[in-house]
């Protein structure tokens, strides 16, 4: 019942910016980690981002300092501003929540989104 929806992939120049959103619905009490995750074209998929209700965050080293996760825990949104992006960021961008409580007392271990596309190319 709690579903994660991601918007604002696209196509992007090298070198330039893009801000993607994630969105989850439901009655949603909180949510301890959110994250995004990739899948390039014929890899498998990696670990982008994550940051906990605390705002404590981690990204993965070829990551770091180019991207920013961040999160909006009264309204359910995390979001993943990429700069600087090159060819090697196109992938598929999903968007990931665990241990999603709700207001039922229902707690979800982990729910992913649909994914949206990143192609980076001149």
């Known amino acids: 019942q709690v579903q994660l929806v991601e918007s604002g992939g696209g196509l992007v120049q090298p070198g330039g910016s893009l801000r993607l959103s994630c969105a989850a619905s439901?009655?949603?009490?909180?949510?301890?980690?959110m994250g995004w995750y990739r899948q390039a074209p014929g890899k498998g998929r990696d670990l982008v981002a994550t940051?906990?209700?605390?705002?404590?965050?981690h990204y993965a080293d070829s990551m770091k300092g180019r991207f920013t996760i961040s999160r909006d825990n009264a309204k359910n949104m995390v979001y993943l501003q990429m700069n600087s992006l090159n060819p090697e960021d196109t992938a598929v961008y999903f968007c990931?929540?665990?241990?999603?409580?709700?207001?039922?007392?229902?707690?979800?271990?982990?729910?992913w989104g649909q994914g949206t596309l990143v192609t980076v190319s001149s």
């Open positions: 990931n929540a665990q241990n999603v409580r709700t207001n039922s007392g229902y707690r979800y271990g982990n729910v």
């Open positions: 439901g009655s949603i009490l909180s949510i301890e980690v």
């Open positions: 940051i906990t209700t605390g705002e404590i965050t």
